[in-house]
């Protein structure tokens, strides 16, 4: 079993859908959270970064934890074009222990 | 965000070859950096881990005598991937972790723009 499970697509929305992104993984001494993306033939960028269980919100995206069920997903409202990319998800112990990645979710926005 | 430079972001060589990418962080000094390798629809692998002024920590099955990692000053880590052959054909990418203090608890990463080597 992979430490990180990602579905990695392809998913195709429209333009202003709301897009749910998910992973789950089986460490459960994982406390920190993150999701990046990243454009093709580019290195990743940091998009969310989350301690331990809950929400955060910043603009059109929403990262949620749920460390009892091992479940993180990232929301993104009114989906644009622009945010066609792959999605990928990461987590790492805290401190300056390995990150480790999801395969990443290719997601497409279509105009 | 920080920034991480990563040069050339692509280059082809011919087999025997080897080959040097520079991965730079320009705006903090970076005591740890990491290598990563990315096939085509698989997710990022970590090679190995750069400390500034010691030896490189590689995961397992990788070469260390094949990708040479060189972390000399706090913004500079160099990957140099000897006797490339046809397999070594990859995106490779750096990233490096703002030190304590200065950057999320967690450790979050900051990415290079990756380097596309193609071995013929």
């Known amino acids: 079993q992979k430490e990180v499970e990602q579905d990695p697509g392809p998913l195709s929305v429209p333009e202003g859908a709301i897009v749910s992104l998910n992973c789950t993984y089986s460490?459960?001494?994982?406390?920190?959270f993150m999701w990046y993306r990243q454009y093709s033939r580019k290195g990743p960028e940091l998009l969310m970064y989350?301690?331990?269980?809950g929400n955060k919100e910043d603009g059109r995206f929403t990262a949620q934890v749920d460390k009892s069920s091992k479940y993180i997903s990232l929301f993104i409202r009114d989906s644009q074009p622009s945010d066609s990319a792959t999605y990928l998800c990461?987590?790492?112990?805290?401190?300056?222990?390995?990150?480790?990645f999801g395969i990443g979710t290719k997601l497409q926005v279509i105009p | 965000g920080a920034v991480v430079s990563q040069h050339p972001s692509w280059v082809i060589c011919k087999s025997g070859t080897s080959v040097k990418i520079e991965c730079r962080s320009l705006d903090f000094q970076a005591t740890t950096m990491f290598w990563y390798r990315q096939f085509p629809k698989q997710s990022l692998m970590l090679m190995a881990t750069?400390?500034?002024?010691?030896?490189?920590?590689?995961e397992q099955g990788v070469e260390k005598d094949k990708f040479l990692i060189n972390h000399a000053s706090l913004t500079l880590s160099t990957l140099t991937v000897t006797s490339a052959h046809p397999e070594d054909s990859s995106f490779y990418i750096c990233?490096?972790?703002?030190?304590?203090?200065?950057?999320?608890?967690?450790?979050?990463?900051?990415f290079g723009e990756g380097s596309r080597l193609t071995v013929l």
């Open positions: 460490n459960s001494a994982f406390q920190y």
């Open positions: 750069s400390n500034e002024g010691s030896k490189a920590t590689y």
């Open positions: 990461a987590m790492s112990l805290g401190g300056y222990q390995k990150v480790t």
């Open positions: 990233s490096a972790m703002p030190p304590p203090g200065q950057g999320a608890p967690g450790g979050e990463l900051f």
């Open positions: 989350t301690y331990s269980s």
